[in-house]
């Protein structure tokens, strides 16, 4: 795909949103997914603010949060933590962390753009979105 469009490819990004309490639908983004085919890439980069998500909810499980982050940040890297997934695709490890759940780790929808460097796009888009 590089070339169409000027040097840049394509990617796709979903924020990871922290839902502690689902009965009241509050959350804060605390991480970006980012996929790009042409790179064979698939990111993250999270950040938990542990101030803002016990205003939430002062009873939150902040380990647990911070247990399933290390998981998406694996399952990007196809590391231990990442089981089964580990050996697919770039794009289908994308998808299997993008796919809607009902956990306190949620993703947000996918989104795309164009970029001349993913990583550093991942690193651009935690900085705009989530801290």
Known sequence: MTGLHNGRDVFEYALLRIVPRMERGESINAGVVLYC???SL???RTHLD???LRALDPAVDVEGVRAALRAVESVCHGGAQAGQAAGDAAGRRFRWLVAPRSTVVQPGPV???LT????AEADRL???LVR
């Open 50 to 52: 542990e101030d803002r």
């Open 116 to 119: 001349v460097d993913a990583e």
């Open 42 to 44: 698939v990111a993250a």
């Open 126 to 128: 935690l900085d705009l």
């Open 111 to 113: 989104h795309t753009g």
């Open 37 to 39: 085919h042409a790179r």
